[in-house]
């Protein structure tokens, strides 16, 4: 049985005390969920630790992740935090390939690779973010695009360190613009990565491969899209930073 996840990506949103609030509530709500998906937030860097400490203090089953790593291992790089550093923080997973580092901050296919080896080797997971564009799309370049997202980074990794890894398809088009995927055009993006993944690991690897959907995910349309059967979970920003929100499509997943 493939892990469900939700993850809420915060991006750099919120101060100290709002961060504090959201988190305290969020934890507080998943005390009354059993039988849950896993849930995680990704709170600006500077919050890891402290949400880290709080939430083991409670005892709760709620993670963190940071939202990024640098590509170099360590040394001089200023403004830069390593792999190594995050996973001291006390951080579970971390997300690489984010559409928004791709466009605003030109990270290649080799960086990713990079970034995706150092987290593994600090015992971080990755969350892997795939997607393809509006214009790509309407050229129906989708799939192609997909293809070369995942060769071009990933699939350099044995067998043993790709089945550490999450992949979230988060169509460019459906990012914080309230246009959503609709669960057909979810799914059928989830079983061609899946496929893209039994061609290159074999079957066992890809039916255990956690594949979010993340775009746009609302109260209204998570239950659709999560109940699609290579859908296991989301990567969820917007509606992550309401608690009501981000607990409803918890429910739904
Ligand atoms: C995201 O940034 O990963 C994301 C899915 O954002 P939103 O839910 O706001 O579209």
Known sequence: MRKKLVAGNWKMNLDWNEAMTLMAEVAKAMEGIDNGPDVALFPPFPYLRHFHEFLKDKGSAVEVGAQDCSAHKSGAYT??????????LGAKYCIIGHS?????????????????ILALENGLTPIFCVGETLQEREDENQTFVIDQQMDGALFELSPEDFSKLIIAY???WAIGTGMTATSEQ?????????ALVQGKYGKAVADQCSILYGGSIKPDNA?????QPDVDGGLIGGASLKVADFMEIVRAT
């Open 79 to 88: 403004g830069e935090i390593s792999a190594s550093m995050i996973k001291s």
């Open 100 to 116: 928004e580092r791709r466009q605003y901050h030109r990270e290649s296919s080799d960086v990713l690779a990079s970034k995706v």
């Open 170 to 172: 988060e169509p460019v």
């Open 186 to 194: 979810a799914q059928d993006m989830h079983e061609f990565i899946r």
């Open 223 to 227: 239950a659709k899209i999560f109940s």
